[in-house]
């Protein structure tokens, strides 16, 4: 055969298929046996040596993928192969270190700028996303590493970070080592995480029953849209219940009511321990997905628990009024918390966007001079069954079979949670009032009856049917109805809040409202002569699971942006 310095791999080729023996010999040295290509293996029968031959080439291109994504990444060198298949080039050298940090392969010269230019488009989004040489020019860096390893108590001994920025060095403790590596790998590597929400459930009343049931309806909706939604724990005041496994979660479908929910606790589940079900919140909220807290109680002792799922990097989701309507200082600290980590709509509308229509107002510019309307969907169901003309005690237990009023009534029939809501829209306009600055009036004020015990309560609660039916037909008689309005206004030097049962004109906006609809007027530096209102059900615990899973979706969708 004549001389050449390799052998072109596709003569070979049909005589491998058809199993003929190849002799491969050198025009140079007649006497040398060759080599023997039979079956695909390279025998070798020239004098014992282990080496089959040497060759060089000359004229190539080197190209380098170089990232810390590599490491331990499965499918790396298939797409860059792939990549490399596109673009018509074929690697003449492949090397990759046992680090996993690099991959070096060599091409023909005349292929290596479409091969450098279809491995630059495969691996687009990593580079976007940024390894290595992403920390350059990128502020805030340093600042995740060592925020994340303070809020896991990590104490770091000492920093370095070289001028290149492509690095940043520090030393802990041995003991705090694993820790350290395990919680900056899961900062940097799974914060974008997948379409998974976790989700931690505190309460299993009417609300947080009724929201359940949601969940398990639509699950596999949002699964066709890419979101697996996974209910890892569900808690109410005595038992909880948590998934167990990292990546599987509660069906939310095993109870169709509340009673069912507490059941189920007390029979699968154990002692509520919230530490331990933040400890399992912790590990789930900086890996693979989202976690959300969903506080649907009425406790108020949560503000320490929001404090820990907010440092784990969870966001919370809350129907749950006391804590935003208590101190002013955890107020501004939820507030500070941001946009994207603290969700509470349903504290003050249930399902109807009333806070994220104020930050809209506020945040375009627009100066907010009047908030007013009817806050409380039960009490409004109770004003429009008594201008219809029907006894007060048992328009009391309708709501109160209807799911519309607190477990005690004397919570929504006080005015106090009017009172809160009221609050809260305060405070979100920038006032620093508190429950004690809003001027409340009952709508029943029968203080002989608000400390009895709730079965004594009930029982009596006919006494005040003659005295309701009485101030109801007066407001008829004089051609006005009676609403149980809340109002914020903020024209004056301080703002001025305050609730209570007062009579309205009947071309008022509340008069005649449906039984149970809320209604929510902005008057505005845009909307002065025409104000801005919101209305719709306000009652009910179906409207409100709905808000918190309105919440829950925003959560979703606003952690994901942030990256």
């Not at 909880?240 to 990292?246: A, N, P, S, T």
């Not at 912790?282 to 108020?300: F, H, K, M, N, W």
């Not at 079965?455 to 009596?460: D, G, I, P, Q, T």
């Amino acid at each position: 055969m004549p001389a050449a310095k390799v052998v072109y791999p596709p003569t070979v080729t049909p005589a491998r298929r058809g199993g003929i023996p190849l002799v491969v010999r050198s025009t140079l040295d007649p006497d040398h046996p060759g080599t023997l290509i039979e079956d695909g293996r390279h025998q070798v029968s020239a004098q014992g040596t282990v080496v089959a031959g040497i060759t060089s080439i000359t004229d190539v291109h080197l190209m380098l993928l170089v990232g810390d994504n590599l490491v331990g990444t499965p499918g790396v060198a298939g797409r860059l192969f792939r990549a490399l298949a596109s673009s018509g080039a074929s690697a003449i050298l492949i090397s990759q270190a046992s680090s996993e940090h690099s991959i070096c392969c060599a091409v023909e010269p005349d292929v290596s700028e479409a091969a450098r230019r279809a491995v630059k488009a495969e691996f687009q989004t990593d580079i976007e996303a940024g390894s290595g040489e992403g920390m350059k020019h990128r502020p805030g860096i340093a600042g995740r590493v060592f925020g994340v390893l303070g809020r896991r108590a990590v104490n770091v001994r000492a920093v370095a970070q070289g001028s290149s920025e492509r690095n940043i060095s520090a030393v802990v403790a041995r003991a705090d080592l694993g820790r350290a590596v395990r919680w900056i790998h899961r900062e940097f590597f799974h914060r974008a995480a997948s379409g998974r929400i976790a989700v931690y459930i505190l309460g299993v009343g009417g609300v947080g029953s009724a929201l359940l049931r949601q969940l398990r309806a639509v699950r596999d909706a949002l699964g066709d849209r890419g979101i697996e939604l996974q209910l890892r724990g569900v808690a109410s005041s005595q038992y909880m219940q948590l998934c167990g496994r990292v990546g599987g979660g509660l069906d939310p479908a095993c109870a169709e009511n509340s009673e069912a929910w507490r059941t189920t606790l007390r029979q699968k589940g154990e002692a509520v321990d919230l530490d331990r079900l933040l400890d399992d919140l912790e590990e789930v909220a900086p890996s693979g997905g989202r976690a959300v807290l969903v506080d649907v109680t009425a406790s108020d002792s949560m503000r320490d628990v929001y404090r820990r799922a907010l440092a784990a990097g969870a966001a919370v989701v809350s129907a749950n009024k006391l804590p935003f309507a208590g101190r002013i200082e955890d107020f501004r600290e939820f507030r500070r918390a941001g946009d994207r980590a603290v969700f509470h709509e349903a504290t003050v509308g249930a399902g109807l966007p009333v806070l994220h229509t104020a930050d809209l107002l506020l945040g375009t510019g627009d100066r907010i001079d009047l908030i007013s309307g009817v806050f409380s969907g039960t009490l409004a169901y109770l004003t429009a069954e008594l201008t219809a003309g029907k006894v007060w005690s048992e328009a009391v237990r309708r709501a109160h079979r209807l799911g519309y009023t607190e477990p005690d009534p004397r919570d929504d029939l006080g005015g106090l949670d009017v009172a809160r809501k009221l609050l809260i829209l305060a405070r979100i306009c920038g006032l620093d009032l508190k429950i004690q600055d809003v001027d409340v009036e009952p709508m029943l004020n029968r203080p002989d009856l608000a400390d009895l015990p709730l079965r004594e309560y009930w029982r009596r609660l006919p006494e005040a049917d003659g005295e309701m039916a009485a101030r109801f037909g007066q407001a008829a008689e004089e051609g006005l109805e009676l609403a149980y309005l809340a109002e914020l206004d903020m024209t004056g030097a301080s703002g001025v809040a305050r609730v209570g049962l007062w009579t309205v004109p009947l071309d008022h906006p509340v008069a005649g409202m449906p039984a149970s609809e809320n209604i929510f007027i902005f008057r505005s530096r845009r909307y002065q002569a025409h104000p801005l209102i919101i209305r719709g059900p306000g009652a009910g615990t179906d409207l409100t699971a709905a808000g918190v899973f309105a919440d829950i979706l925003r959560a979703y969708a606003e952690r994901g942006s942030a990256g």
